[in-house]
């Protein structure tokens, strides 16, 4: 690790043979502590710290033999600001969603966050997990049930810093648009060029994002002209045919 949120500091060695050690603050180990026992992992505490600060500890080991070793260093940084996250949604951006399975984007201010959770419980209190963001992206599945739902997140920095819970608010729409009317809305000439397509949708879910036809010599195919899409404004007018 590169930062902490605590003074009281996790400490590990790699040292062969050593039956005592001694950690300290000063620098070059001058210090007047004794030695003490060998214990690894350990902690130290640095006692009182600023954000920012780079904390660092001098060790020296000694042997069976009464011999030192040199004294060595190692620093870290105390970081206690949380991450905070600027952006949360579905990874198209919609709100809308047509599958239970959601695979979600968490963006940071600091690009800082190593790990995230997701629950449905507001103040992400519990009925989550946390994963790392390194493992892939973030996936929630929703409950299979079309309306409005909420989903809450958090993310930790690599210190053990906590965002603060945010929340999206995603519609699971597995009802299709019902369509009550299409036609040209007026009777058609063999020499027609510019038909006029007229259409009514609804969707209560979601409402309409946008229209599509296709027009065929029979139902089902798309002969004269391919599926278009004509955006969400009806009726619409196509140029350049002849039927």
């Known amino acids: 690790k590169s930062s902490v949120n605590t003074t009281n500091v996790p400490v590990s060695f790699d040292a062969e043979r050593a039956l005592s050690m001694l950690l300290t603050k000063n620098e070059n180990c001058e210090t007047d502590a004794e030695f003490i026992p060998f214990a690894n992992p350990t902690f130290f505490d640095f006692e009182a710290a600023d954000h920012g600060d780079t904390l660092t500890?001098?060790?020296?080991?000694?042997?069976?033999?009464?011999?030192?070793?040199?004294?060595?260093?190692?620093?870290?940084?105390?970081?206690?600001a949380p991450p905070v996250v600027t952006v949360f949604t579905t990874l198209q951006g919609s709100k809308y969603v047509k599958a239970a399975s959601v695979?979600?984007?968490?963006?940071?201010?600091?690009?800082?966050?190593?790990?995230?959770?997701?629950?449905s419980t507001a103040?992400?209190?519990?009925?989550?997990?946390w994963?790392?963001?390194?493992?892939?992206?973030?996936?929630?599945?929703?409950?299979?049930?079309?309306?409005s739902q909420s989903v809450y997140a958090a993310v930790k920095d690599e210190a053990g810093n906590v965002s603060e819970c945010s929340e999206v608010k995603l519609v699971l729409d597995i009802v299709a648009p019902t369509l009550t009317k299409v036609d040209f809305g007026q009777s058609l000439s063999s020499t027609q060029t510019h038909p006029m397509v007229v259409s009514e949708a609804s969707d209560d879910n979601?409402?309409?994002d946008h229209y599509m036809f296709a027009i065929g010599t029979a139902t089902g195919t798309q002969d004269i002209l391919a599926?278009?899409?004509?955006?969400?404004?009806?009726?619409?007018?196509?140029?350049?045919?002849?039927?």
């Open 131 to 147: 994963r790392k963001f390194k493992d892939g992206d973030p996936t929630w599945t929703l409950q299979e049930i079309t309306g």
């Open 57 to 80: 500890l001098y060790g020296q080991f000694k042997g069976q033999d009464g011999g030192k070793s040199k004294c060595i260093s190692a620093s870290i940084t105390y970081d206690t």
């Open 227 to 243: 599926w278009k899409d004509v955006g969400g404004e009806f009726p619409y007018q196509e140029t350049g045919l002849t039927l």
């Open 206 to 208: 979601s409402g309409i």
């Open 103 to 119: 695979v979600l984007t968490i963006e940071t201010q600091k690009d800082d966050a190593t790990e995230y959770y997701l629950t």
């Open 123 to 129: 103040g992400c209190i519990d009925g989550g997990e």
